[in-house]
Each structure stands twice: as structure tokens, then as C-alpha cells.
């Protein structure tokens, strides 16, 4: 199999009407080569991959049980909503220190509506979400308008909006929620469509996205060829998708073991995908990459940069309000400490999915997978006893590899010229 050499700037791509069939016939036939084309991106899917398999022996198959796959997806769905506002974040060239001040702050403003003063479970939804959006707005302005670095902005707001949690709480946690509240991150469908000791509903949603997964990477692999852009092989195209599925169908196949398909997962594929759109396929999202990658040269061609960087915090403030609500709903109530040391571990999953120090580098998809391995090394330990000092010991470890690796990707990019 041959090369297929990527265009000039400029290049028109080809109007034979020939790159359906050339999908099937040309392309990269080494895995290594197409490994070494991505490091970054692919090097974290490696590593998720032997940190599962590590833990499976280490904890005798434990940690892939129905029931311990369904706690990971309930325990961590929170970090994961926080991961996808923080690599747009650090993709801007920005950082948010107080995204686990605004989890709790958030959940403490439900809490009081909805326990303390008795209104419906959706207005304390609809309260938290508009408190998290006023936050990415103080924060946008300061950041945006005011020129103030954002690690100064969301130090001060870590503080000021933890503050304000205690105030709102009056220093005492306050529970229960009301049933329909914690469906939110503890509500399973299951039995939608029958199945002999299995919930069938959760395996067809498992197939639809091995379909599209498969239909997606199908037509990225047309348009790469149409514009003269190196692909894989097709036969590794097919191994690729075939070996996707067989992962996510087995993830499906031990939810609908176990209770179902968890609510905040239908959540949060519903944000994954939005956002893997909004950065990929807008001009928005094009923006956020332009001002992290070279600030000089966006605004030199015309992007509003303010504008742009205020959106990005605005943006960020959603979803800690959308984590915060998944939070206080897993918990059940809301607490003063709550969201303690969030952002850390929002910030490591950026950066070990990928996401460069320097900005205008990294995905959704990236950052979801390294929040995975965040998840998975922690439940890992727990399974196995392993000492809260020592878990955190071998958390900032990880986060220190993940950073020098983007640092060497980038010395040996630099050599390479």
C-alpha cells in the first residue's frame, strides 16, 4: 500500500468522483507509522487500554464487572463533564482554578431552593444553571475584558465562590433531594424494551454508536482522500472501527447486566458529542484553537479575541453547573467541601488527553479518555486498598508523564524540521 502525499496550501481537492473507491484500496498499511503520526493522540489510548488491562489482573477481574463499570460511570461522570469545559479552556491558553468552588456553589444554591424552600426539583436545576452561567460571566469579564490572567481570575474566584457556598449553606449540609433530583446521576432506563436477564435497550444504544462511530469515520476517511491527505489502509480501517466496537459493545453488554443504562451517561454522550462539534466543526471552536495555538496571528486575521475568551468562561461556568447538579445528585444533598480538589483532577485529564501546556492543542475525545484514566486507576486502587496518600502519589506521577511526554512530542516536532 502507497503514501497518499497531503496537498499544498491551496490545493483543490479532486473532482473525479474516484475517492469512494480509493477508500478502499489506498492508504498506510504500518501501524506503526500511523502511530508515530499522532503520538500525542494515540499514545493515551495505548495507555488506557494497559492501565484497564492492569487492573483487570490486579484486582482478578473485579474492576470489569457489570456492577464496578456501572460505579465508575456514577462516580466520575461529574470529572468528565468538567474535563470537556476545561480542555476548551487550556485549548484558549487559559486555565480555571475554580471550577470546584462552582461545583459546590451550584449544588448549595439547588439544595436550598429545592430542600430548604421546598420548590420543584427543575427550578433548582434551572437556578444552578443560571448561577454557573453568572460565574463564567464574572470570570469571562475579568479575564476578557479586564486583561487579568486567568489563573489570577479563578484563584481569586476559588476562594470567593467557596466563600459564598458557606454563606449559602449557613456552614451545615443540607439533604435529601426529592426522588426525581437524584434520578439525574442515579436513574438507570432499563426494561424499555424487554430482554431475558439483560436490559436489550442499553445494547441497541451501544450498536447505534458502533454505527455511527463506523458511518463518521467512513466519510472523515472519503474527505481525507479527496483532499490528497495520508489515511490508514482499509484493512486497518476496519480493524480499527471492528476493535471500537468490540470495546463499546462489551461496555454495553455489562451495563445491561447490571441495572441499565445510567441517565448522566445519556448526559454526558449528549455533551460529548455537542462539544466535540462545536470544537471540530464551528467557527467558534476553530477560534478557541487559533487564539491558543498563536495569539498574535488571530488577531492580526480578524478574530475577536475578547469576545472569544469571555465565551470560553462563560462556556466553562455551564458545565461546573451541569456537574455541580450531577454531583449534589449523586450525593444527594450539599455540603460545604464539596468539589474539593475537582479541578485538579478536570486539569489532568486534560492534559493527560492530550491537551498541550501552551494551549491550542487537544479534543474532547482526548480529554474524555484521559479522564478515564483518571477514573480507572482510581477505582483500581480502591478495589485493591491501596492508601488515599499513596493513590495520590501515583495521581501526580501520571500528570507529570502526561506533561513531560507533551514535552518531548514537541522537542522532537521541533528537531524534526
Not at 61 to 81: A, C, F, M, R
Not at 191 to 199: M, P, Y
Amino acid at each position: 500500500m502507497t503514501d497518499i502525499k497531503s496537498s499544498s496550501p491551496g490545493q483543490r481537492p479532486s473532482a473525479d468522483g474516484a475517492a469512494p473507491a480509493l477508500a478502499l484500496h489506498t492508504g498506510i498499511s504500518d501501524p506503526r507509522t500511523l502511530i508515530m503520526r499522532n503520538l500525542r493522540q494515540s499514545g493515551i489510548f495505548v495507555a488506557l487500554v494497559i492501565i484497564v488491562a492492569l487492573f483487570a489482573v490486579l484486582t482478578d477481574g473485579v474492576s470489569l464487572s457489570p456492577g464496578n463499570i456501572t460505579n465508575i460511570v456514577l462516580q466520575y461522570s461529574y470529572i468528565l463533564v468538567l474535563a470537556i469545559g476545561m480542555v476548551i479552556v487550556i485549548i484558549g491558553g487559559h486555565i480555571d482554578l475554580s471550577v470546584g468552588s462552582v461545583v459546590a456553589l451550584t449544588g448549595a444554591v439547588s439544595a436550598v431552593l429545592v430542600i430548604q424552600q421546598g420548590y420543584p426539583w427543575w427550578l433548582g436545576v434551572l437556578a444552578a444553571l443560571a448561577v454557573g452561567l453568572a460565574v463564567g460571566a464574572w470570570h469571562g469579564f475579568w479575564v476578557a475584558y479586564a486583561g487579568i490572567p486567568a489563573f489570577i481570575v479563578t484563584l481569586a474566584g476559588m476562594l470567593l465562590f467557596r466563600g459564598l457556598t458557606l454563606r449559602v449553606l449557613d456552614n451545615i449540609s443540607l439533604s435529601p433531594f426529592p426522588g426525581e433530583y437524584q434520578q439525574i446521576a442515579a436513574g438507570f432506563l432499563n426494561g424499555l424494551l424487554g430482554g431475558q436477564g439483560f436490559d436489550a435497550f442499553t445494547l441497541l444504544i451501544g450498536a447505534v454508536a458502533v454505527a455511527g462511530y463506523a458511518v463518521g469515520g467512513f466519510r472523515t476517511r472519503v474527505a481525507r482522500i479527496r483532499y490528497q491527505q495520508p489515511v490508514e489502509s482499509f484493512p486497518l480501517f476496519v480493524a480499527r472501527v471492528v476493535l471500537v466496537g468490540a470495546v463499546v459493545m462489551y461496555f454495553a453488554w455489562q451495563l445491561a447486566n447490571a441495572r441499565g443504562l445510567p441517565i448522566v451517561l445519556i448526559v454526558l454522550a449528549v455533551l460529548v458529542l455537542a462539544y466535540g462539534l462545536l470544537t471540530r466543526r464551528t467557527v467558534f471552536g476553530r477560534q478557541v484553537y487559533a487564539i491558543g495555538g498563536n495569539l498574535p496571528a488571530a488577531m492580526l486575521s480578524g478574530v475577536k479575541v475578547k469576545t472569544v475568551n469571555f465565551w470560553v468562561f462563560v462556556n466553562m461556568g455551564f458545565l461546573s453547573a451541569v456537574a455541580g447538579i450531577i454531583y449534589s445528585s449523586r450525593s444527594n444533598g450539599a455540603q460545604p467541601a464539596a468539589g474539593n480538589m475537582f479541578e485538579l483532577d478536570a486539569i489532568a485529564a486534560a492534559f493527560i488527553g492530550g491537551a498541550a501546556v501552551t494551549g491550542g492543542v487537544g479534543t474532547v475525545v482526548g480529554a474524555m479518555v484521559g479522564g478515564l484514566i483518571m477514573a480507572v486507576m482510581s477505582n483500581g486502587m480502591q478495589l485493591m486498598g491501596v492508601d488515599q496518600s499513596m493513590q495520590s502519589v501515583v495521581k501526580g506521577l501520571v500528570l507529570l508523564v502526561a506533561v513531560a511526554f507533551d514535552v518531548y512530542n514537541k522537542r522532537r516536532a521541533g528537531s524534526a524540521r
